[in-house]
């Protein structure tokens, strides 16, 4: 089998043409996903059982079942039910986007909170002791000692997680929305190539990862500086 | 009752699920006094000065500090710990912050001091621990000696009536031991109230004004360090003493 380079050619900027909606996608649903994760966190380590069993059954659905499947659900299941097509909400899941986003935050939520409660967890008792014998409230030692410290600790599992998300907006492609990955296979069905245009589609993937992971890496180094003798 | 006692333990207990880490402890002290807390391992000194600040809450007797009793209402333990300074034996830096932040954060936040005040005294008392120079470094590029310093530093930026300190050269190299020792002589020169977990016995014949010896969570023996250490009434002070001093 040969290997046709102008396809190439000609399908790369086509796809480059889905790149907004990828990062759309991927800012969109990691800045909400990183809110939610903090409100789920914090139930989650709150102590109080009415807070805590709700965080952990969340997590565990999201965590427990395919994201290609909450898509579904999300995009094909609620339009079925007749509040949400009543309520003011509608427009969010009538829309394919507004469902990838949906499912994309609420998944990436579940595993980002996880990520920050291991974190704050990391967070060394002698130094939260050191702030309370200060005479520091609750409150005054979540946000000046755990959260700067517990970030720095999260850092690379977070980064991976957002590389990770950043592969999953191309399932968005499933439900009709013209990401990369949602042109690529236009493209395939057009030209029946479909070894030179997804080829070329991982290696814009690649790319894109990347940046990200240099990016985050400078971020860590940044917020590591006082790891460093 | 004496009415110049900052610190009163009145038959204070405390357990640790069925462990009982401390019993019946009855302690006064009197402001200005240095009192070194000796004993094995495992015998409550950390957990009965620990309860003094309510990082561990007691659970029989009664603790007044400074004329306030502590209990569980909010506002009348952070008033006792803005009084009442600890130095761990793990220095418990603020690891993100340089040392000046360290210093600064809690004048900041719980004295409401300006932010130009709170650099004065935190550099001056840096002086005073001799290691003004250090002031922008991050505590992991100091020696343990100047870290617990500057823990010093950091309590003293409260301007504690009272400060704690919980084996605050265990965890230090040999030649580290004597610059955090000559920290505290000195704060001791100047009146401060303290209460000392160590097993410096030098430093308690020279600074303190007792010493106590702690086993199986009760104050076996306390006495002026002259007849601690030459005459010990309890045998298991002895039998701690021969453990210690003999080599």
Request: proline share 4%; net charge positive; hydrophobic share 45%.
């Amino acid at each position: 089998m040969s290997f046709d380079f102008t396809l190439i050619i000609d399908a790369v900027p086509k796809i480059l043409l889905g790149i907004g909606l990828t990062f759309q996608l991927l800012v969109v649903s990691a800045v909400l996903g990183l809110v939610l994760a903090i409100g789920i966190m914090l139930m989650r380590i709150s102590g109080k059982w009415y807070l805590s069993w709700p965080a952990q059954i969340y997590i565990y659905i999201f965590r427990g079942t395919p994201i290609l499947v909450q898509i579904f659900i999300v995009y094909y299941g609620f339009p079925q039910l007749e509040f949400i097509r009543e309520s003011f909400i509608w427009p969010l899941f009538r829309d394919p986007f507004g469902c990838a986003i949906v499912a994309l935050t609420l998944n990436t939520g579940a595993y980002v909170s996880e990520i920050l409660r291991g974190g704050v967890m990391g967070v060394d008792r002698g130094i939260l002791e050191a702030g309370t014998a200060l005479g520091l409230s609750v409150r005054q030692r979540f946000i000046h000692l755990t959260s700067p410290i517990a970030i720095r600790l999260a850092l690379p599992a977070y980064g991976n997680d957002v590389i990770s998300l950043l592969k999953s907006t191309a399932l968005a492609s499933t439900i009709t929305l013209a990401d990369m990955t949602g042109i690529a296979r236009t493209i395939v069905a057009q030209t029946f190539a479909p070894y030179e245009i997804f080829i070329s589609l991982a290696i814009i993937y690649m790319i894109l990862t990347w940046i990200l992971q240099k990016s985050l890496g400078r971020v860590e180094r940044h917020l590591g500086r006082y790891m460093q003798k | 009752m004496t009415s110049n006692a900052v610190i009163q333990m009145k038959n204070v207990g405390k357990s640790f699920g069925t462990f009982q880490a401390l019993k019946g402890i009855n302690l006064e002290v009197a402001k200005g006094e240095r009192i070194v807390v000796c004993g094995p391992s495992g015998s409550g000194k950390s957990t009965m000065i620990r309860c003094i600040n309510r990082l561990e809450k007691h659970d029989e007797g009664k603790i007044i500090i400074d004329g306030k009793e502590l209990t569980d209402q909010v506002d009348d333990i952070n008033a006792v710990r803005r009084e009442v300074g600890m130095v761990f034996q793990s220095f418990n830096l603020f690891p993100h912050m340089t040392i000046l932040k360290n210093l600064m954060l809690a004048q900041r936040l719980v004295r409401k001091t300006s932010k130009a005040e709170a650099r004065d005294t935190a550099m001056q008392l840096l002086e005073r621990v001799k290691i003004p120079e250090q002031a922008d470094k991050y505590p992991i590029q100091l020696s343990g000696g100047q870290q617990q310093r500057v823990a010093i530093a950091r309590t003293l930026c409260m301007k504690p009536k009272i400060i704690l300190f919980d084996e605050p050269t265990s965890a230090l190299d040999p030649e580290m031991i004597n610059e955090v020792l000559e920290v505290m002589t000195d704060l001791a020169r100047y009146g401060m109230t303290m209460i000392c977990v160590t097993h410096e016995m030098g430093f308690a014949r020279s600074v303190a004004d007792r010493v106590i010896f702690m086993d199986a969570g009760e104050i076996v023996e306390e006495a002026e360090p002259k007849a601690f250490f030459s005459n010990p009434k309890n045998d298991r002070t002895k039998k701690f003493l021969s453990q210690i001093l003999s080599h």
